[in-house]
């Protein structure tokens, strides 16, 4: 029996290894849920516990032909898990220093901040340059992004629609998400939102 279970794990490793689909699948399934649990354990957040989990079987499947075994490939996931929801919440942390700090501003350095302060111009500005980093996006990866977050449309349909898995919905989604991001930290508008957002609550507040 041993000899047994010891044939099929390498053979599901060397299918894992040569980029076999169902072998991906067969991990997928048999780790996903309990890592999302760790996940949500960690974050306190079900969706971003998804999202860290999805995150570690993307880095698992990139570094495929690195494991020996079962045990390797199933502690490689919890620790990427556990890095993945330290890390978030490290940026979460610093998240809300940041907003701290801007709830501290003097009332007159807000009020000159609001002196040239436009907040539909600065909506607008901020708008086109989301909208085009979404045409900019993969074409897949564009019409996911626009089904899920513009149409509204659940991951379960969207798969159905497009005839692709579920996971693949939501690895395009994650992808769509960090390709925005890095480009809006690249060309700084993603500290101009930040601004936007505390400039808005004193906006309607004052």
């Known amino acids: 029996m041993i000899a047994e279970y010891t044939r099929n794990e390498q053979l599901l490793l060397q299918k894992f290894a040569g980029g076999e689909p169902s072998a991906f699948q067969y991990i997928f399934n048999q780790h996903y849920r309990a890592l999302c649990y760790f996940a949500f354990t960690i974050v306190d957040n079900e969706q971003e516990a998804e999202d860290l ?3 570690s079987f993307s880095k698992l499947w990139h570094k495929r032909a690195d494991f020996t075994t ?3 490939i199933k502690a490689f996931l919890f620790i990427a898990t556990k890095n993945a929801g330290l890390n978030f919440l490290k940026a979460r942390q610093r998240l809300s ?3 701290q700090e801007f709830s501290y501003l003097q009332e007159e350095e807000v009020s000159a901040e609001m002196e040239g302060f436009d907040p ?3 909506e607008t500005e901020i708008i086109q340059q989301l909208y085009e980093e979404i045409e900019a996006l993969p074409t897949q990866c564009r019409r ?3 089904m899920s977050y513009l149409e509204g449309q659940k ?3 969207i798969a159905n629609a497009l005839q692709i898995s579920y ?3 939501r690895a395009q989604k994650l992808r769509a998400l960090k390709l925005i991001r890095s480009s809006l930290i690249k060309k700084n508008i993603l500290p101009l939102l930040g601004v936007y957002i505390a400039l808005m609550k004193y906006y309607h507040n004052y």
């Open 53 to 55: 989990v999805q995150e």
């Open 70 to 72: 079962a045990t390797n």
């Open 97 to 99: 220093v940041r907003e």
């Open 167 to 169: 996971n693949t919905v």
């Open 155 to 157: 991951n379960e349909d």
């Open 120 to 122: 539909v111009l600065t």
């Open 144 to 146: 996911i992004f626009k």
